[in-house]
């Protein structure tokens, strides 16, 4: 962790705070959203294709002047169930053995989205990940409704609008990959907002990139 302290020095001159909430596949829209100093949301967008992601963000802004949030999509080929991502690892104990300790919970999500990041840190970009679910429970945004629901979305879009102070926030209803966007553009501005385990902190690594929740 001792490279990413250096790279907080680095934050000052940020000015475009991203999400991206990322879809298990392409035949499922991801969400973007872009936040300013201000926590004025500047745009919320839906793309397909992880290539039309990497062009968008190149044609954002100046690499030096963005941090990127990019969530850690579900493993579409664990089994399906309302307990898929937030269910506890439930493999056997086995006394005399180290295999238990082997298992980074972060393993659970699929790796769609590393080679986007890698292409990003390239650029100079810095670039994390986050769990949007893990997030939203340090926020107390979970809604108290059916998950995916039109009544959880309003729920969801008028608390982040009242709690996490982001204005800008369209009076028509955003879809969940949009919401799930602003809360990675919203880490994203708290990285650059406050002090590492104040506003934020590294939870994990997936691949390599650091794993960052808003406190």
Request: charged share 20%.
């Amino acid at each position: 962790m001792n490279d990413l302290k250096n790279k907080i020095s680095q934050f000052d001159n940020k000015f475009c705070f991203v999400g991206i909430s990322l879809s298990p596949t392409s035949l499922n829209e991801s969400g973007i959203a872009v936040l300013d100093r201000n926590l004025n949301l500047m745009r919320t967008d839906k793309i397909f294709q992880i290539k039309d992601i990497e062009i968008y963000i190149k044609n954002l802004a100046p690499a030096d002047s963005m941090i990127i949030c990019v969530d850690l999509p579900r493993n579409s080929n664990m089994v399906n169930g309302k307990w898929r991502m937030e269910a506890r690892y439930t493999k056997t104990f086995k006394l005399n053995t180290i295999d238990n300790a082997s298992f980074d919970w972060a393993d659970k999500f699929s790796d769609r989205g590393s080679d986007l990041c890698d292409t990003l840190n390239s650029l100079d970009i810095d670039t994390f990940r986050y769990y949007c679910y893990f997030t939203k429970n340090m926020l107390n945004l979970n809604p108290p409704y059916k998950s995916r629901s039109p009544v959880a979305c309003k729920y969801l879009q008028s608390i982040i609008q009242n709690n996490l102070r982001i204005s800008g926030i369209s009076s028509n209803l955003l879809p969940l990959v949009g919401l799930d966007a602003v809360i990675g553009s919203y880490i994203s501005w708290k990285m650059w907002m406050s002090r590492e385990n104040a506003g934020y902190k590294y939870i994990g690594k997936h691949k390599q990139i650091p794993i960052v929740t808003a406190l």
